[in-house]
């Protein structure tokens, strides 16, 4: 049995630290006493600007933080995972995303320490990632080059549907087809339906996309959606013009069940890529289809660089490192039980809604690896809105409501199609917001009074282009994975997604049956007034 991360001596050392000198701290007096407190509290890694000095935390506290992550092992974990190791205890798989934008010569393999981490046998596993990827690529290219496809209907959930979404959505700028994506996830027909009447069958191309072609909403909406392309006129004759063979392609790890699905053209991937960190293999489909190969390659060389920063650097100078160990900081020794991550851009719109996936799914869990009960606090909840929509919204409670909430801002400094006042006005704005948090108001009657000292980091890229944007959630995922090494959980299953599932089934199954022996009271009671004849 490992020692449990609070029974560790940093453990106890950072509550010592935290009590005695971190509860008092004020910002405002951080930076009036310290003028090299911005230097020495943010730095540059790839593509991505951290300014992490507006944070409840001094040098000191970083110090402790490594302490702490040497005794939990972090650096181990990290290359344990590199080394292709069964990271995913659970499930006895290994969690290899990262090799998916490793570039056919190794990349980052070029660091002695790295390369000494790496297994031999997973030269093969990178051929193979380069041999799948040059077929996906070809198959986006020749979806690109074909005038009489307009439409690209992608269906799946999680995983297979936020990252692909978030991107396209992200690279609008880029997209440079005169095609339509549209995105499907949930089961509530209205989302499909809403599609399908604005689509033709003979100029569409449905994407199903699911690691395991079991998930139920997922294979509800493509039963639906094929039988809608049947009922269209499209034909099951591979022959046939208006095929289901020319008009689906099913991506996904269970070859097998997409072509008893009726699927013939499928793009693989392995099992060692886990759902929420698929969008760079054949999950990602939909994205090249909307930039081309050139630009796919653009967003896996942006998460490498991010990669090798992470397996390479100290880390007093490694950004993952860094935001993982705050974040440990923040849930464990202030009790902070969320984080607001606010992005202020259009195009990562998206974004907080797959980072809720990414660290809620993956540090959600309540037991360490070998099973023991975490007597600490893992993942806090994610939220937020782009900026500065969020402003007019929920931001009054983060500057004078009682519970603090760190803020996370993500901004650009190029803006892009859209310069000029409008951009100006969106970064002014996010820097803004990030002083009042700080600063507060005082001064002016009790209502109007802002506490200030309330954290915030913020994150600038500068433009939201292919690179920058892979190398900004390769760090995400990269940092989920190192406060999980931390409190030593599993980060890459997600048992309690799974007995929601169960449940689900078991339910449909008893309104079949009929029989509802051993259901709790309050279930019953809900199924029966669904199922009553009148309105309830
Ligand atoms: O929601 C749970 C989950 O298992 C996610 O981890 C995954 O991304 C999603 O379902 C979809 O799974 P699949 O790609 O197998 O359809």
Known sequence: MTLLCHGLPAWEALQTHHREQMLSMDLRAAFAQDGARLASLSMQAPHVFADLSKNLWSAETERLLRDLARQSRVQEKRDAMLAGAAVNCTEERAAMHWMLRMPRDGGLLQHNAVRQAWAVAMEEALAEVHETRAAMLALAEQVRADDSITDIVNIGIGGSHLGPEVVVNALEDWVDTGKCFHFV????????????????????????????????????????????????????????????????????????????????????????????????????????????????????????????????????????????????????????????????????????????????????????????PLAVKTAPVIWGEPGTNGQHAFFQMLHQGQDVIPVEFIALRDGGKYLGAHHQSLVVNAIAQA?????????????????????????????????????????????????????????FDQWGVELGKQLARQLNARLESGDWNGVDASTLGLMQRLTATQAC
């Open 185 to 372: 996830s949930n089961v509530d027909g209205h989302e499909l339906g809403h599609v399908l009447r604005k689509v033709r069958p003979h100029s569409t191309l449905f994407l199903v996309a699911s690691k395991s072609f079991t998930t139920a909403e997922t294979m509800l909406n493509a039963r639906s959606a094929r039988q809608w392309f049947l009922d269209q006129g499209g034909s099951e004759d591979p022959a046939a013009a208006c095929s289901i063979d020319r008009h689906f392609v099913a991506l996904t790890s269970n070859v097998q069940a997409a072509a008893e699905f009726g699927i013939r053209r499928t793009l693989g991937f392995w099992d060692w890529v886990g759902g929420r960190f698929s969008l760079w293999s054949s999950i990602g489909l939909p994205i090249a289809i909307a930039v081309g190969a050139r630009q796919f390659q653009a967003m896996l060389d942006g998460a490498h660089a991010m990669d090798a920063h992470f397996f390479t650097a100290t880390m007093d100078q490694n950004l993952p490192m860094r935001l993982g160990l705050l974040d440990v900081w923040y849930r464990d020794f202030w009790n902070f039980s969320s984080r607001c991550i606010a992005p202020y851009s259009h195009g990562l719109r998206r974004l907080t809604a797959y980072l809720q996936q990414l660290e809620m799914e993956s540090n959600g869990k309540g037991v360490t690896r070998d099973g023991q």
């Open 435 to 491: 002083q009042a948090l700080m600063v507060g108001r005082d001064g002016e009657g009790a209502e109007k009074y802002c506490p200030g000292n309330r954290p915030s980091t913020f994150l600038l890229l500068q433009q939201l282009d292919p690179a920058a944007l892979g190398a900004l959630i390769a760090l995400y995922e990269h940092r989920i994975f190192v406060s999980g090494a931390v409190w030593d959980i599993n980060s």
